[in-house]
Structures are given as C-alpha cells and as structure tokens.
C-alpha cells in the first residue's frame, strides 16, 4: 500500500505562486503514474496534472495548461505541481494520486493522498 503525503497548501493572493508537493512511501513509487486532482467546494474532483512512470509523457487539464508544471524525483520518492499565475478559481483540496491506469482519470489511480487545501484571495 502506497501511502501519499501532500504539502504546500496554503492562502495565495491572485497572480501568486505555490509549490504543492507529495511524498511517498514505498521504493515502488518509481512504478507509478503519479497524479494531482483537486476538489472545489460543491464540485466534483477533478484531474489537474500527471505524469508517466517514467517521466517523460505529462498531461493537463486545459484550465491549468501553461501555469501549473508537474514534475517527480524517483531517487526522493516525491511529485512536485508547480502552481503560478494562479486564479480565485484555482481553490480547491489539491489530492496527489498514484496508479497503474490512465493517469487522467480518477478511476486509474490506486492510491490517493489526505489532500492539501489551497485558497486563492482575489
């Protein structure tokens, strides 16, 4: 059992930056498509950004393209999101996410972090 850790959340105002990241814990995260998904209050999850296994395919949501980057360092076990020029919209419980399907969609990932909040002020 992958067990996710998030941190870096936080209050930001408008145009601000943050930098989210997830530890974990086991040596086979390396083996992992690693995910971050978001939940607004209200709304349903949904995916933000991920990456390959092995690093080298990413993917984002429209809404986030050009702002956010995702990043991992296998030999330290962690994914890194990269949030800038961020939007009142941006507000949700940032989840980081772990798994062996399709990295874009909830049901692929098998492991799922306790979330980090993060609040974007106008």
């Known amino acids: 059992q992958v067990q996710l850790v998030e941190s870096g959340g936080g209050l930001v105002q408008a145009g601000g930056s943050l930098r989210l990241s997830c530890a974990a814990s086991?040596?086979?995260?390396?083996?992992?498509?690693m995910g971050w998904f978001r939940q607004a209050p209200g709304k349903e999850r949904e995916f933000v950004a991920a990456l390959s296994w092995s690093g080298g395919s990413t993917y984002y949501a429209d809404s986030v393209k050009g702002r956010f980057t995702i990043s991992r360092d296998n030999a330290k076990n962690t994914v890194n999101l990269e949030m800038n020029s961020l939007k009142p919209e941006d507000t949700a419980v940032y989840y980081c996410?772990?798994?062996?399907?399709?990295?874009?969609?909830?049901?692929?990932?098998?492991?799922w972090g306790k979330g980090t909040l993060v609040v974007v002020s106008s």
């Open positions: 996410a772990a798994g062996s399907g399709i990295p874009t969609m909830r049901g692929g990932m098998d492991h």
């Open positions: 086991e040596r086979t995260f390396s083996r992992y498509n």
